[in-house]
């Protein structure tokens, strides 16, 4: 009887994983970091935190998905440099296998240069920024070949992909006062939502109902609403007086977590009262990524500038924990 029960347990916790949205990803099987430091994706145990293999990149990986069988990760490959200042951009996206943990082959983008910011649909098109080109690339899931592209006016760093796969929201850091709205069946641009300060990370809530950008000189969190393209809110962050980085929401849209490179902490909203109290916690230096356990009660803090991941509990909303993992995470996810 105490098999069969942890058994439903562990089925229903797996059940659920593959019911989240693609763009918000979590899973029981793994742990995956990309060390952009490090130039290497890295594998980890997901409930000891122990590294188990590592795979070794070009430089630099940045951003990730998971294709939905989360059998495939695509991990852009931006070049050497950082926005703004990238000599040698790359042209290419890594192709992991996730059950091997092995490089499985590359899609290569050129003459499309830097890939960065990505995000994927339920039919497995991958849609993927290119900043110095100002384009988003549509990428055939099964031929890696680039359908068409989409102009973004901005350097679009990182974008956001509605749920239902209708539209696209680009953030394009200080070099447009706005977000870029992309209609995916036009290919065309439908709004240019104003940022007079411009923008840096941004976010879909897993229901599709909201989208949450970091204004990118404020310490602001911008609400906009999808249906009409139009800022519905701002909200100042607790406890912060410089732009922060970027924001997630939680796989199960419970929570909405922002981090500030700045000051090293993170802000934990109520995603149903963003106004409400704001939990602030200190981390590890220059945030840059969250992952999420598939039960909705652990965040990890990916903390680029000193090679650890911070763990929070998200039900006490306090750190119970750090671990060493590579030289400069970016991005991770339980997968």
């Not at 499309?112 to 690339?137: E, F, M, N, S, W």
Request: contains cysteine; neutral net charge.
């Amino acid at each position: 009887m105490r098999k069969t029960f942890w058994t439903v347990i562990a089925c229903a916790v797996v059940a659920a994983a593959a019911n989240v949205e693609l763009n918000h990803p979590t899973g029981t099987r793994g742990l995956f970091l990309v060390d952009k430091l490090g130039t290497h994706v890295r594998f980890f145990d997901p409930v000891t935190f122990k590294e188990i293999s590592s795979i070794e990149l070009p430089k630099a990986p940045h951003d990730f998905v998971f294709s939905a069988d989360h059998k495939i990760a695509y991990v852009p490959i931006y070049g050497d440099g950082v926005y703004g200042k990238n000599p040698n951009p790359g042209h290419e996206i890594a192709i992991v296998d996730l059950e091997a943990r092995k490089l499985a082959g590359t899609i290569d983008v050129a003459p499309y240069r830097a890939p960065h910011g990505i995000q994927i649909d339920k039919q497995g098109t991958l849609y993927v920024t290119c900043d110095l080109d100002r384009k988003v690339l549509v990428i055939d899931p099964k031929t890696h070949a680039i359908r068409y592209t989409m102009d973004t006016e901005g350097t679009g760093h990182w974008i956001s992909l509605l749920p239902d796969g209708s539209k696209i929201y680009v953030a394009s850091k200080n070099d447009k006062p706005f977000v870029t709205v992309l209609d995916v069946k036009t290919r065309k641009i439908v709004a240019r939502i104003p940022t007079p300060n411009g923008t840096q990370g941004i976010a879909a809530s897993p229901d599709g109902k909201r989208v949450v950008a970091i204004d990118f000189a404020e310490p602001t969190l911008i609400v906009i609403d999808p249906k009409t393209d139009t800022v519905v809110d701002r909200i100042a962050l607790k406890d912060q007086t410089k732009g922060a980085f970027k924001v997630y929401y939680s796989p199960d849209g419970a929570k909405l977590l922002t981090m500030s490179t700045a000051a090293s902490v993170i802000n934990i909203f109520d995603a149903a009262n963003l106004k409400g109290e704001q939990k602030v916690l200190t981390v590890g230096k220059d945030p840059m990524g969250f992952g999420f356990s598939a039960d909705g009660k652990t965040a990890l803090v990916a903390n680029h500038g000193d090679g650890s991941v911070s763990i929070v509990d998200l039900q006490t909303k306090e750190i119970t924990g750090n671990f060493h993992a590579g030289t400069g995470i970016e991005t991770l996810a339980w997968y």
